[in-house]
């Protein structure tokens, strides 16, 4: 009976920590801007770099991270021991970046829409609150993706695909449990379903470039 009356109020507090728009308070308070106005209008690292500047981009990254970790935290806290739990509180708080109920507004067509991020940042932050040395993998290959294949979008689903493969060869050698997987595999669905925009311009081959492809060509130019 208590894990009935928990599971639910950890996955409502979960989503609703995803949820805090660090992105748009960090670029409202560094530039007076409103992040959704700007280039993807996405709320994450990524677009809150472009707005405000690298720092403000750093810095929502790693908020937005610890907006996960902190829900394993919670999770460890109030039932020790359930490796489900572990994984779906994080998961929730993907979701709730990437749908925040903060930032509900009026679509096109009168619809209501959630607005958010791309789910990265929480992503490598569940990780993290599920075996914290994961940072030292995660975050130097997304930095190599990035910098190497110039696409943002691309080193944002590669960080699910990595959490799936750490956890999997983890519980393969029987250090892990086989469960921590799974959130690597649930979360890189919901980074495709935030990115499908950009799966749609990466095969038509006109999405942005960054990193070191972008400065060769801005020389070739």
């Known amino acids: 009976m208590h894990i009935l009356i928990t599971s639910p109020l950890l996955f409502f507090v979960s989503y609703l920590l995803g949820s805090i728009p660090f992105g748009l308070l960090l670029v409202k308070f560094c530039t007076g801007k409103d992040i959704r106005e700007i280039e993807s209008g996405?709320?994450?690292?990524?677009?809150?770099?472009?707005?405000?500047?690298?720092?403000?981009?750093?810095?929502?990254?790693?908020?937005?991270?610890?907006?996960?970790?902190?829900?394993?935290?919670?999770?460890?806290?109030?039932?020790?021991?359930?490796?489900?739990?572990?994984?779906?509180?994080?998961?929730?708080?993907?979701?709730?970046?990437?749908?925040?109920?903060?930032?509900?507004?009026?679509?096109?067509?009168?619809?209501?829409?959630?607005?958010?991020?791309?789910?990265?940042?929480?992503?490598?932050?569940?990780?993290?609150?599920?075996?914290?040395?994961?940072?030292?993998?995660?975050?130097?290959?997304a930095v190599l993706i990035l910098f190497l294949g110039g696409y943002a979008s691309v080193t944002t689903l590669s960080v699910g695909l990595i959490s799936t493969l750490l956890f999997g060869y983890r519980a393969w050698i029987g250090i892990s449990p086989w469960q921590y997987s799974i959130y690597g595999l649930v979360s890189e669905i919901l980074l495709i379903l935030a990115l499908r925009p950009n799966i749609r311009r990466l095969m038509q081959g006109n999405e942005r470039i960054v990193g070191l492809r972008a400065l060769l060509k801005n020389r070739e130019n």
């Open 42 to 141: 996405r709320t994450g690292g990524t677009n809150a770099a472009r707005a405000a500047g690298v720092w403000a981009g750093i810095g929502t990254a790693l908020l937005d991270g610890l907006k996960a970790t902190s829900t394993v935290w919670l999770a460890r806290l109030l039932v020790p021991g359930n490796y489900w739990l572990e994984i779906f509180a994080p998961t929730f708080a993907i979701i709730g970046h990437n749908y925040s109920i903060f930032l509900v507004e009026r679509g096109q067509g009168g619809r209501f829409r959630l607005r958010g991020g791309a789910g990265g940042a929480p992503c490598v932050g569940g990780s993290a609150g599920l075996w914290f040395p994961s940072l030292g993998i995660t975050i130097p290959a």
